[in-house]
């Protein structure tokens, strides 16, 4: 890529961003390569690296070999120093924190509790200080991978489990920190990580948690698609049976009340009644079901197949209406394989043809691991991109 070299800011920020990137892509690299490779003048990489060096983000990784001249200084980025750090409140109030060095690997992880909204800035504050051993000022950015409906400067608009409403999260930690401090929607962070573990060619993913609650996040253009209100992505409240079952939400048919933990014992009952020699509850009845697939049981490959046609449905008309190239499931049921093989199938027999190219639906590569992991990616490209670098003058 060739860079304009004009001494404004935003040029300035640009070709950092793409010199950090560099140097992480590639491990070790010299500043002449660099120069070669960006299209930057020797003297404005001499800059930048200058900066980033001073700022304690990259640091010198020795000599390289030479090509006809003096044998370079290498550079890398520098792993124990600055940290991103991810916090995921969960909506029964548990708190999981990550922190992790600049090339990528963990640093330390933990958890917390918070009973009341007004502890929760006090308590996510002592959980990052746990997460960096002591010493907040290595960390570069945060994001907070929240329950409910975030508004657009990260607070807490709704949170219906923990009865939480109007709460400010991300301002007065910003404040306090005085780094990037970014909060997400935690569904919508866990299609964020799903994203960037398979990095390349996934931009536009439909992520869909079926649970005891149907959970989704979606993806347009490498963005967090977030709505009038953060209200988006509410697959699960999408109605497929306007004369269905009731839903909490007040409607009826909503899609999670064909394919929830509780829907499946439903249906399960239904197609076995009097049959109460198991002790099932929804908080095995995934399991169940999985397994008497893999024993042939015909009962629950009903259950499940009614279950993977409600799910097509659902994916279809989300295919229809977003066109996403990759739709992600996080669910205990991928295990089986009638529940996999209807829904793929079902899918692909209903999905109207693209004019160009193909949606896959696949398995979540990340499970449950996929929100902190989500936060950690989130908070790192808002590190790579925003306000970490560019607000400090050069
Ligand atoms: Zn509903």
């Keep these: ?154 607070g807490i608009l709704s949170a219906v489990n923990l009865g939480w409403n109007n709460l400010p999260v991300a301002v007065p930690l910003k404040q306090k920190l005085g780094i990037p401090v970014k909060a997400e929607n935690a569904t919508g962070l866990a299609a964020y990580g799903e994203m960037s573990a398979r990095e390349s060619d996934v931009h536009n993913l439909v992520y869909l948690r079926i649970g005891t609650v149907v959970g989704s996040g979606v993806i347009t253009n490498n963005q967090l698609h977030h709505g009038l209100r953060g209200s988006a992505a509410e697959v699960g409240h999408m109605v497929l049976d306007t004369s269905g079952k009731y839903c909490k939400c007040g409607r009826r048919g909503c899609f999670e009340t064909k394919v929830s933990r509780r829907a499946a014992l439903g249906l399960l009952r239904e197609q076995s009644p009097g049959d109460d020699s198991f002790s099932l509850n929804p908080g095995n009845v995934f399991e169940y079901l999985t397994e008497e697939d893999e024993l042939g049981n015909s009962v629950a490959q009903n259950v499940l197949t ?23 499931i996080e669910s205990a049921l991928c295990e089986s394989k009638t529940f996999w093989s209807v829904l793929t199938r079902t899918t692909a027999q209903e999905a109207l043809p693209f004019a160009e190219g193909k949606y896959e639906v696949l398995p979540s590569l990340l499970g449950k691991d996929a929100v902190i992991l989500g936060a950690i990616a989130y908070a790192t490209r808002s590190f790579y991109e925003h306000n970490a670098i560019s607000t400090v003058g050069l």
């Design 306 to 328: 009614d279950i993977a046609t409600s799910t097509a449905t659902a994916i279809v008309n989300v295919l229809n209406i977003l066109g996403p190239d990759t739709v992600v």
């Design 1 to 154: 890529m060739r860079l304009l070299t004009a001494n404004n800011a935003s040029v300035r920020d640009q070709n950092l961003k793409v010199i950090l990137n560099l140097i992480r892509s590639q491990g070790e690299i010299s500043r002449a390569e660099l120069s070669r490779q960006t299209g930057l003048s020797r003297s404005t990489v001499s800059e930048l690296t200058g900066f980033m060096l001073r700022q304690g983000i990259i640091e010198e990784a020795g000599i390289g070999d030479s090509r006809g001249g003096r044998r370079p200084i290498l550079l890398k980025i520098r792993a124990k120093g600055r940290l991103i750090g991810a916090i995921h409140v969960d909506d029964d109030g548990s708190l999981h924190g990550r922190t992790e060095d600049l090339a990528g690997n963990k640093f330390q992880t933990g958890i917390a509790e918070v009973h009341e909204p007004q502890e929760l800035i006090s308590v996510i504050c002592r959980l990052l200080h746990d997460i960096t051993d002591g010493d907040m000022h290595r960390l570069a950015s945060v994001a907070l991978a929240l329950p409910g409906i975030i508004s657009a400067d990260g």
